[in-house]
């Protein structure tokens, strides 16, 4: 391989952040373990990752030592349980570079929290005295694309069976980007909200997004990104990026399963109706009615995950302590190297776009007319874990006229020795199936 | 786990060369045709089965679909099992596959029953994969209902 020389006084190719790859893979206690008798390959993050022991401590930690309810206790515990949830919020909200840790909402995960803004228009719709950002019915219009995941497709249809509003939607284009030439007529003064996804579960494709923002602003919508694939590998600021919403969930950057985030607009979330209804959540109730606490607490009907958002805090100052830059480089060059490798394999067929420039670490690909099933079967049996099927992005696998397909996706940890252990495996899958 | 006890040679066979293959009318106008179409929505694998019976002998088992290697074969086999025997024992046979199926790799297969099907034993020991090798024979247990079919098992003789 040759260098070319890049003159002084340009940015050198060693003022790319970086980090220890081996040191981190010794954070995460399950990448030790053995699969069929082979080396764990686990190339499935963008499903779900793995936890590092930092983030394992912490969870631990707070069962063990300061486990009680928060926001309704005097005693220690409960004041030491609310001080590690609202630490959370406070530390997630900076990750994002948030104003205010109150624009924060502690979710489920990216499906409840798309569903609590759904819902929030759903309930609007109903009072005449809602403001009218989200009030919708007959003639109005929700825009999504045809790389959703189901999350961000099938609770807007349920929205606009509801109020009579109508579902439009971005194309894709052969090569896996969004197609944006008919932005102007798609986003118009009948669209009500854009809720798009920004790094697509199953393309890989990493939308540029300031275009539709600023036709967004122009008609006077809301702008909702699902970062759900996007905020667990590449720094977000939600000042830069400008959208009024963004959703992403904790298990897949690091966090345990059952805590997501919904980022909302303060003056946003404050005209959003309730959606569920509970303890927390309310101001005052009497038999005759109830009022409403202010957000982000009126989103947090009943207990929340409590020890759950504490290890979300934990998972974002693990990622922090390596560099949110530093970890995008890294996949951008795993990303580089399997376009590369894979484009040796037979018969394979990237779906989405096949170079490393706006697109992350994600590659979903066909092997021949060998179903992804038994590509995954094979690869696994070598210890080799990919995920097969739609990705609960079905539509895209109708647009590539396929019914699912195989994924690799890579993280922090994945190493170019894995890359190469998949390539080996799919090379195993055609012998199998010659 | 080796794979290999998965992808018999057998199960492989049926999945390159399927037998039966492809949705057929009846050809006595008189029977009963019905079919169903089911599907796996965590694979988006799909077989439509069709039936074709005087209610007592199923004259044709027909199908078509997409899928994986075991989805396919399956589907492969149960028209070779199927077709042309009469509904009682038919539904013996499907009664013994949805029981190999279901057995986690414990149930040992009578080949004089199931034929070609004993090849899936190694499936029965991949949750994953039980619902693919089904998939064919629940379609075609909707199919034999709407086409009038009793479909209760009685004993096969082998």
Known sequence: MTTIAIPPGMPQYGDVPSYDVAAVRADFPILDRKVNGHPLVYLDSAN???????????????????????????????????????????????????????????????????????YAFSNASLRPDADPRFRLGPGDEVVISEMEHHSNIVPWQLLCERTGATLRWFPVTDHGRLDESGLTDLVNERTKIVSLVHMSNILGTVNATSRITQRVREVGALLLLDCSQSVPHMPMDVVDYDPDFI?????????????????????????????????????????????????????????PPIAEAVALGAAVDYLSGVGMRAIQWHEKQLTAYALDALATVPELRIFGPNVPVGRGGTISFALGDIHPHDVGQV???????????????????????????????????????????????????????? | MQVDQLYQEIILDHYKHPHGRGLRDADDPAASVAEAHHVNPTCGDEVTVRVATDGAVLHD????????????????????LLAGRPAAEAFAVHAAFVELMSGRGEVTPDEEVLGDGVAFAGVARYPARVKCALLPWMAFKDAAARAGVDTSPTEVQG
Request: hydrophobic share 40%; net charge neutral.
């Open chain 2, 61 to 80: 088992v027909s199908y078509d679909g997409y899928g994986c290697s075991i989805s396919q074969a399956s589907a492969s086999v149960l028209h070779e």
């Open chain 1, 379 to 434: 690869l696994d049996s070598l210890g080799v874990q990919v995920r097969v099927g739609h990705h609960c992005a079905r539509p895209v696998c109708t647009r590539f006229g396929v019914p699912a397909t195989t994924r690799a996706s890579f993280y922090l940890y994945t190493t170019t020795e894995e890359i190469d252990a998949l390539v080996a495996g799919l090379e195993q899958v055609r012998k199998v199936f010659a």
């Open chain 1, 247 to 303: 959703v992403f969930t904790g298990h897949k950057m690091c966090a345990p399963s059952g805590i997501g985030v919904l980022w909302g607009r303060t003056e946003l979330l404050a005209a959003m109706p309730p959606v569920l209804g509970g303890g927390s959540m309310i101001e005052t109730v009497a038999m005759s009615g109830s009022t409403f606490a202010p957000p982000p607490i009126r989103f947090e009907a009943g207990t």
């Open chain 1, 48 to 118: 779900t990752s793995h936890k590092p022991r930092q983030v394992l401590d912490v969870l631990r930690e707070h069962y063990e030592w300061r486990n009680a309810n928060v926001s309704r206790s005097v005693h220690t515990l409960g004041t030491e349980a609310t001080e590690a949830y609202e630490g959370a919020r406070a530390k997630v909200a900076a990750f994002i570079n948030a104003p205010s840790p109150d624009e924060v909402v502690f979710t489920k995960n990216s499906t409840e929290a798309i569903n609590i803004v759904a």
